[in-house]
């Protein structure tokens, strides 16, 4: 029957692999940051924060502003800078060159998410400030997959966009954040960097902050709106109209997929989890019953579902 009607086949088919292919890749983000808990200790303490200048003006931190609020705030265990790049990782004999996920952090970034490395270290204070010797502190997926987890990967020298780094640490498999990075150098060693001492300037540089014991995201939320207005005092030409914002990690990586708030104007999980299952009921539907019309030798159109 299939073969007789090879083009009602070949819908049929694609319909129901694009419903499980949808179902398969919805459930795979619950199961990942919903079902499952996040990897990092304490993880309802960790918060993201970057700067706006009112809705859907959401941007990166500028590097001085983070200064700041790492030295006003009194609600942060710990503050951390991070800024997302990427580089071509060579130097492995017997390995081509590739492109690596990296992320320059600073020292206070492991101790924001609590883990700790598998094999080796992370920066010491003297290797995170300017002019600090190149090390590089690796996932261990890239341990992995280009040095065969040989322990002896440690002091071994890599090159990342003709720089030499040594390895000093492996972080274990749960630890790749931010956003799926394979290796983390130290920020502070480029904190020097003119443009990034501009406070106009946003250079992609995001902000972790790890909560006091006992401090609500509500009170984190008042006292850096209390340290932007200073600021905006402070700097008007370039701070003006310009507040902190404070998210839990999870509703950072998840919120789109969430029940918003009225007035956001976002689609919640639970909606989205209704769409996909109306669609693969209604892809099968429509499948079997073209099927079944084939059998029984009726038309049946697609086009009525």
Same mark, same amino acid.
């Given at each position: 029957?299939?073969? !007789? ?56 931190? /500028? ?6 609020? &790492?030295?006003? *705030? ?15 990782? $060579?130097?492995?004999?017997? &390995?081509?060159?590739?492109?690596? =996920? ?10 924001? +998410? ?20 190149? +090390?590089?502190?690796? =996932? ?16 071994? $020298? ?18 790749? =954040? ?21 406070? $106009? ?10 909560? !006091? ?25 370039? *701070?003006? !109209? ?11 990586? +998840? ?8 007035? &956001? ?16 009921? &209604? ?13 029984? $030798?009726?038309?049946? =159109?697609? /086009? *009525?579902?």
């Amino acid at each position: 029957m299939l073969r !007789k009607q090879p083009g009602f086949s070949a819908i049929a088919i694609l319909t129901l692999a694009l419903g499980i292919g949808a179902n398969t890749a919805i459930f795979s983000i619950v199961n990942a940051v919903l079902l499952r808990p996040l990897p990092y200790p304490d993880a309802d303490r960790i918060m993201v924060l970057n700067e706006s200048s009112g809705p859907g003006q959401d941007y990166s931190v /500028a590097l001085p502003d983070y200064f700041d609020w &790492r030295n006003d *705030n009194t609600v942060f265990e710990h503050l951390a800078a991070t800024h997302k790049e990427s580089r071509n990782l $060579s130097g492995i004999p017997g &390995r081509d060159p590739e492109r690596v =996920s990296c992320a320059s952090v600073t020292r206070n970034f492991f101790s924001v +998410v609590g883990v700790s490395p598998e094999i080796g270290r992370i920066f010491s204070e003297d290797e995170d400030k300017v002019g600090a010797p190149p +090390v590089v502190v690796i =996932s261990d997926r890239l341990w992995q997959h280009a040095f065969n987890r040989d322990p002896r990967v440690l002091g071994r $020298s890599i090159t990342l966009h003709d720089q030499n780094f040594d390895v000093i640490g492996v972080m274990p498999p749960q630890m790749t =954040s931010p956003q799926d990075t394979d290796a983390w150098f130290s920020i502070m060693r480029r904190s020097n960097n003119p443009a990034w001492m501009d406070r $106009s300037h946003h250079p992609m540089i995001f902000v972790w902050g790890k909560l !006091k014991t006992g401090v609500t995201v509500d009170r984190a939320r008042a006292e850096m709106k209390g340290i932007a207005a200073r600021l905006e005092k402070t700097y008007p030409d370039t *701070n003006g !109209k310009v507040y902190a914002v404070v998210t839990p990690l999870l509703e950072n990586l +998840v919120g789109k997929y969430r029940t918003n708030a009225p007035g &956001r104007g976002g689609i919640g999980l639970a909606h989205r989890l209704r769409e996909l299952g109306e669609f693969v009921r &209604r892809a099968w539907r429509c499948a079997c019953a073209g099927i079944c019309d084939s059998c029984c $030798s009726r038309r049946y =159109s697609l /086009a *009525n579902h």
